[in-house]
């Protein structure tokens, strides 16, 4: 499978601040996509990260908030935007070809004071 | 869209026993069913998926089932070890367009 890497792996940020998150693959994909884990929670999507156009967000999720570049089929990355407490969660993104799994980074975990 | 809902949230077995965890999922559509394996600060990973032309799938401890029909599929780990502790999830999606709808998922305790 595909080697990801997600950088940075934490961090703590100051709150109205805003964090990019990087995910790099060593192959090209179809798909990225971006989650939110809170702890102890499942996986919640936040947005696809499409090549050559704009993101398609989940509902509950925006793009003034989470802005998503994909410049290409190897890269992408995420910001949280304006970031609050509530924001503190794990960020994780994930990888996929047309009908295969989808397989994970290794997450950022990201503390708002 | 698609609802997939996992049981149970918590399992405690003893070493050696075997564990199944449960889920069941809304949409007809949805055709492959992987199960992920996340370890304490760790990403989810890919452990056994089953798509719905095959009713069952082993590899080696691990086995998944699939009920087509009553939209069921289960996955089951036989002679458990204390390295098979971990929360489980499973998921559902479309074949194609990899929109995957997670299960809420399972923490496996196994005790030694």
């Known amino acids: 499978s595909a080697v990801i890497s997600q950088k940075p792996s934490r961090d703590i940020c100051q709150r109205g601040t805003s964090l990019t998150i990087q995910c790099q693959v060593d192959?090209?994909?179809?798909?990225m996509f971006w989650y939110r884990q809170q702890p102890g929670q499942s996986l919640t999507l936040i947005a696809t990260?499409?090549?050559?156009?704009?993101?398609?967000?989940e509902s509950g999720f925006v793009i003034d908030k989470f802005p998503i570049s994909r410049p290409n089929l190897t890269f992408s990355t995420l910001t949280v935007s304006n970031m609050s407490p509530e924001d503190s969660s794990i960020y994780l993104c994930?990888?996929?070809?047309?009908?295969?799994?989808?397989?994970f980074g290794d997450g950022t975990r990201l503390s708002i004071l | 869209g698609e609802n997939v809902e996992q049981h149970p949230s918590t399992l405690s077995v003893q070493e050696g026993d075997s564990a199944v965890i449960k889920c069941t999922y809304s949409?007809?559509?949805?055709?492959?069913f992987p199960w992920y394996k996340q370890e304490l600060g760790k990403r989810p990973q890919l452990i056994i998926d089953?798509?719905?032309?095959?009713g069952e799938k082993k590899d080696q401890r691990i086995a998944v089932t699939l009920n087509k029909t009553a939209k069921h599929f289960s996955l089951h780990i036989t002679e458990t070890q204390p390295e098979d502790s971990a929360v489980y999830f499973c998921?559902?999606?479309?074949?194609?367009?990899?929109?995957?709808?997670f299960g809420t998922g399972t923490k496996l305790q196994v005790i030694p």
């Open positions: 994930s990888v996929g070809n047309f009908n295969q799994p989808q397989h």
């Open positions: 192959s090209q994909v179809t798909m």
């Open positions: 990260a499409n090549q050559g156009s704009e993101a398609t967000y």
């Open positions: 949409d007809s559509a949805s055709n492959y």
């Open positions: 089953i798509r719905s032309n095959v």
């Open positions: 998921a559902a999606l479309p074949g194609g367009y990899q929109k995957v709808t």
